[in-house]
Each structure stands twice: as structure tokens, then as C-alpha cells.
């Protein structure tokens, strides 16, 4: 007998043009230490690819080894470098931006 798994596809952010997660605590945490884009890239074992640093710029979608790489990199935890941003609060900043 065949073993079934059944996928369902549900869209992470549907109707939501941004990831909920910004990276704003990394920078800050960057900033901090004096760790720089390229050094990010530069590392001798938890290379960063620079697309993905890019994708962090702009608060991009990362998958969980490129958290886990940035954990590793700065000895932390996952949230000590990203922050989850609820529908609505988002929608504040933005509207406060404006």
C-alpha cells in the first residue's frame, strides 16, 4: 500500500504586498558590532550570499538556514535579529510614514 501525503498550499501573506518579519533588530545589531554588509558575505563559514543580503534590505523572504547562519554569526537568537510585525501595526508604520 502506497503511503499519501496530502499537501495543502495556503499562502503565507495573501493580499499583503511585505513579509510580516523586519530585520531592523539586525541592523541595529550590526551597527552595534561594527560588522558591515560585506563581512557578512566575507565569513569564513556562515557565508551570506549577497542576494540574500539584499533580500534582507529590503525585508525580503530568507529561509530558516540563512537565520540560522545569522544566529550562528552573531552568537544569538532568531529573535534577537528579526521581529514579527502584526497586519495591523504594519499598517500603522506605514501610514505614519506617509
Same mark, same amino acid.
Not at 495543502?8 to 558590532?33: A, Q
Given at each position: 500500500?502506497?503511503?499519501?501525503?496530502?499537501?495543502?498550499?495556503? *499562502?503565507?501573506?495573501?493580499?499583503?504586498?511585505?513579509? *510580516?518579519?523586519?530585520?531592523? /533588530? %539586525?541592523? /541595529? $545589531?550590526?551597527?552595534?558590532?561594527?560588522?558591515?554588509?560585506?563581512? $557578512?558575505?566575507?565569513?569564513? =563559514?556562515?557565508?551570506?550570499? #549577497?542576494?540574500?543580503?539584499?533580500? $534582507?534590505?529590503?525585508?525580503? =523572504?530568507?529561509? /530558516?538556514? /540563512? !537565520? #540560522?547562519? $545569522?544566529?550562528?554569526?552573531?552568537?544569538?537568537? *532568531?529573535?534577537? !535579529? %528579526? &521581529?514579527?510585525? *502584526?497586519?495591523? &501595526?504594519? &499598517?500603522?508604520? %506605514?501610514?505614519?510614514?506617509?
Amino acid at each position: 500500500m502506497k503511503a499519501c501525503i496530502e499537501i495543502i498550499r495556503v *499562502p503565507i501573506c495573501e493580499g499583503v504586498s511585505e513579509m *510580516p518579519i523586519k530585520y531592523d /533588530t %539586525l541592523f /541595529t $545589531l550590526m551597527k552595534e558590532r561594527g560588522v558591515k554588509k560585506h563581512h $557578512l558575505r566575507m565569513h569564513k =563559514t556562515h557565508r551570506i550570499h #549577497a542576494g540574500v543580503v539584499d533580500k $534582507l534590505i529590503k525585508g525580503g =523572504t530568507v529561509d /530558516t538556514t /540563512t !537565520i #540560522a547562519n $545569522l544566529c550562528a554569526i552573531f552568537q544569538c537568537q *532568531p529573535g534577537d !535579529i %528579526l &521581529e514579527y510585525v *502584526p497586519d495591523g &501595526e504594519r &499598517e500603522a508604520d %506605514l501610514n505614519e510614514s506617509i
